[in-house]
């Protein structure tokens, strides 16, 4: 168990939709993370909040949003679903900001998303 | 961000040490080199880090030769939970960078 939760662990939905995925990281960490594994692209980095500040931003789409709040959890919200946001979402967190090698990221379970 | 070439699939079988080598031909001089584990529908788990020379911790050990372009995580003597998917990062340690996780190597083993 990383000590991070995520919550719904699996979610089922229809294509236009808006889901809201969300994260608590471990105990003092101050930095979340927000990744999509999908079969084919591997395990994509979407975007880094720390403290409630937006940090680094990857590969995320228009359509999806994050936001830290001042508990310090984060929800990742999807919206105009398509088939192909059908992937497994990861948060991570990680105790301070400046990501890379230096700050061991601790993964939670994932939510499982299925757009049908 | 140095870019990283490992291979997809290993097969291997309980009792046996594997070895995964690593590519990073570009790596920096600040880069550092990680490896992290994924089971099956679980988020990825931190394994080892290290920098140059040998690092070696309960789970595994990490070679990096002199010129560091390239690195090999050891398992020694694995079970079956030991199948994974294995990844390999290259990333700064100061300074602000994302980690980029590429295809990993998928780490099968039999009885």
């Known amino acids: 168990d990383s000590g991070v939760t995520q919550t719904p662990k699996h979610l089922i939905t229809a294509t236009g939709q808006r889901v809201t995925l969300r994260c608590s990281p471990r105990s003092g960490d101050l930095s979340v993370y927000w990744y999509q594994q999908s079969l084919d692209q591997g395990l994509q980095f979407l975007i880094q909040y720390y403290n409630g500040e937006e940090r680094a931003k990857g590969n995320i789409l228009e359509r999806f949003s994050a936001q830290q709040f001042p508990d310090l959890h984060s929800e990742l919200n999807l919206s105009s679903l398509e088939l192909g946001d059908s992937a497994l979402y990861f948060c991570?967190?990680?105790?301070?900001?400046?990501?890379?090698?230096?700050?061991?990221?601790?993964f939670g379970p994932g939510t499982r998303l299925l757009v049908l | 961000l140095a870019k990283t070439t490992q291979p997809i699939s290993m097969d291997s079988y309980e009792g046996q040490e594997v070895n995964i080598t690593c590519s990073h031909n570009?790596?920096?001089?600040?880069?550092?080199i990680t490896w992290y584990q994924q089971f099956p529908s679980q988020g990825p788990r931190f394994i080892i880090q290290?920098?140059?020379t040998k690092v070696t911790n309960e789970v595994a050990s990490l070679f990096i030769p002199a010129d560091r372009k390239s690195s090999t995580l050891s398992l020694p003597r694995v079970s079956l939970s030991d199948t994974a998917v294995y990844y390999c990062l290259v990333a700064p340690d100061k300074g602000y960078s994302t980690l980029t996780f590429g295809k990993g190597t998928m780490l099968l083993v039999s009885p």
């Open positions: 991570a967190s990680s105790v301070g900001g400046s990501g890379g090698a230096g700050e061991t990221q601790y």
């Open positions: 290290g920098y140059k």
């Open positions: 570009n790596i920096a001089t600040n880069d550092y």
